[in-house]
């Protein structure tokens, strides 16, 4: 009796080792957003077409009528690995900046780009600030990034202090506003050598909460909870990661769908230099 039941047991264990094991294989294999993007990878050609791309203003996704495009760039379409992971150095915000994840993550990429700036000198002369219920967090950065209870801003703030900062140093490169940009984009673009600044969330197991807040004009905002900017700089499909330079924890690997979720969330929020 002692030999059954011992037997069976460990065909258990086999079982549910075998269980696992596929489930994996599943979530990893044959996810849908992965896949899409190992099948395309090849094949897919991503227009930037301009600097001010729509932002989301409003709960209901509604967005601003476009700006009509005045530069356009082409990303070559030969790309064909499946992971790439580009040689950038992070900066860390804190404990200058407890608020400044989005002035850092700039910085972070003109320093790669070749620009050895400090992230307190872009705040201070190339970030737009506005005291809170004052202006747009698509016009400002709302608050001081010195102060740990500020807010923050969103992605078209960023492309303006970039391109200031890259026409004061007579730079042939432009800061282009790439939200609505899905990952299979991003991925894209980090194939061809361009880091990508993205919003996302703090708690990246957690749901973003998105609330009003009127301004002192009469208009509404919104405000996303646990709102943070990092870097991604590289994407391995295989194993269903991203690599992220995050002004607060350093060069971190964080799961694809997981990141994708809170990125989606955050209305697929990102700028690019070229």
């Known amino acids: 009796m002692k030999k059954k039941k011992k037997k069976k047991k460990h065909n258990s264990i086999l079982i549910l080792s075998l269980l696992i094991l596929v489930s994996v294989y599943i979530c990893y294999a044959y996810n849908p957003i992965i896949a899409h993007i190992k099948n395309n990878i090849d094949s897919v050609s991503v227009t930037i077409t301009d600097t001010n791309l729509p932002v989301v203003t409003s709960l209901d996704n509604t ?5 009509v495009p005045d530069s356009s760039i082409q990303i070559a379409s030969n790309v064909d690995t499946q992971s790439i992971l580009l040689p950038v150095s992070n900066i860390l915000q804190l404990p200058e900046l407890p608020t400044g994840c989005e002035i850092t993550s700039l910085t972070i990429v ?7 700036v400090d992230k307190e000198d872009m705040a201070i002369d190339y970030l737009e600030k506005s005291a809170p ?14 102060d740990e209870y500020a807010w923050g801003c969103y992605a078209p703030v960023i492309t303006k202090s970039a391109n200031n900062f890259l026409n004061d140093h007579n730079s042939k490169l432009t800061a282009y506003n790439i939200t609505g940009y899905s ?17 996302t ?3 990246l197991d957690v749901e973003t909460i998105v609330t009003p ?12 909870s646990n709102e943070h900017c990092v870097v991604i700089i590289g994407y391995d499909l295989q194993k269903g990661t991203l690599t992220v330079c995050d002004p607060l924890e350093g060069i971190v690997e964080r799961d694809f769908n ?7 969330e955050f209305q697929q929020m990102g700028v690019v230099i070229k």
């Open 63 to 67: 967005i601003q009528d476009p700006i």
């Open 110 to 116: 003109l320093n790669f780009l070749g620009y050895y």
């Open 183 to 199: 990952m299979e984009e991003l991925c894209i673009l980090l194939a061809s050598g361009s880091p990508v600044i993205v919003w």
């Open 213 to 224: 807040i009127i301004l002192e004009n009469g208009t509404t905002d919104y405000w996303y």
């Open 201 to 203: 969330s703090q708690a």
């Open 258 to 264: 997981t990141f994708n979720s809170r990125y989606e």
């Open 133 to 146: 219920f004052e202006g747009s967090f698509n016009d400002y950065f709302i608050g001081s990034p010195w």
